[in-house]
């Protein structure tokens, strides 16, 4: 199972919503946390040195801003999560 990401916003952030979508595209999960409601989290990303959002935070390091490039990397880098797919039932030779 993946781990999902933890996403810092802001409201009405351009990039914050670019990186979100882009996140959504590739099919990566992640937690969202809104800088505006949230001191622990704001004191949090400044302690990382980020001062601007969008802040994404994965298992190995974080950043800040849209960046296409590191959103490739995590959803290549990424296990596919299996399918809950119906299994077939054999069906005897009488139909049964």
């Not at 077939?88 to 049964?96: A, F, K, L």
Request: glycine share 4%; with cysteine.
């Amino acid at each position: 199972m993946n781990t999902p990401l933890t996403v810092y916003t802001l409201p009405n952030c351009v990039q914050c919503t670019m990186t979100k979508r882009a996140l959504d595209t590739a099919g990566v999960t992640y937690v969202l946390v809104d800088l505006a409601n949230d001191e622990r989290a704001v004191n949090l990303v400044k302690e990382l040195g980020h001062t601007s959002a969008p802040v994404v935070i994965t298992e190995a390091a974080s950043w800040s801003g849209f960046r296409p490039d590191k959103i490739a990397a995590v959803a290549s880098a990424r296990v596919p999560e299996p399918v809950n797919e119906p299994v077939d039932e054999p069906v005897s030779e009488n139909g049964q």
